[in-house]
């Protein structure tokens, strides 16, 4: 009985983290405003009631890719923290981070940028909510320029870091440049290392 239980959890958690991968990856090529409902039902393949259980509105299934986004940059920060012992090396593998989705930035622009610009003209509610992507970024960010010794500065470094990536991710989209992308980049690392 128990071990049957836990496999219909399993195809539970399944189904619902199938339904917010489709939904963030649409999310991303079209918009949030440009994506229906009926479009997350499609691309998912489950019946629309099936999804019904999961998820009322695609107000909620906004907020679950935001809290997938969070899981995964988090995860990530965790594993550069666990193998990067150098905060400035740890700054850089940021840096790199951007370098790796050159073809989805020239292409989409940056997944988290591009979903807050949308979500702050019309939908401030939502917005909100996504903010807590640059909020997590800004934060490690600043407790890594802490451990360089900028204490006073971190914050607004932090900042300044964070909006340089995004300007690189928005001029990449807008000029669809990868070799932008390097260029901008690598003089972001040479910024960082002068740190």
Known sequence: MLEKRLKAITKGE??????????????YE?????????????????????IYHYFKTKDE???????????????LMAQWDKEIADPK???????HMITGRQSELAEYGCPIGTLNTELGKDRRDLQQAARALFDLFRDWIAARLVEMGYRDEAASLALHLLGRAQGIAVITHVYQDAKLLQQETGQLEAWVNKL
């Open 14 to 27: 399944k189904t619902r983290a199938g339904i917010v991968n489709c939904a963030k990856q649409l999310f």
């Open 30 to 50: 079209h918009g949030y405003g440009s994506t229906s409902f009926s479009d997350i039902v499609d691309a998912s393949g489950l019946y629309r009631g099936n």
């Open 89 to 95: 090396l740890e700054l850089l593998a940021f840096i």
């Open 61 to 75: 299934i906004l907020q679950a890719v935001i809290e997938q986004h969070l899981a995964d940059f988090r995860g």
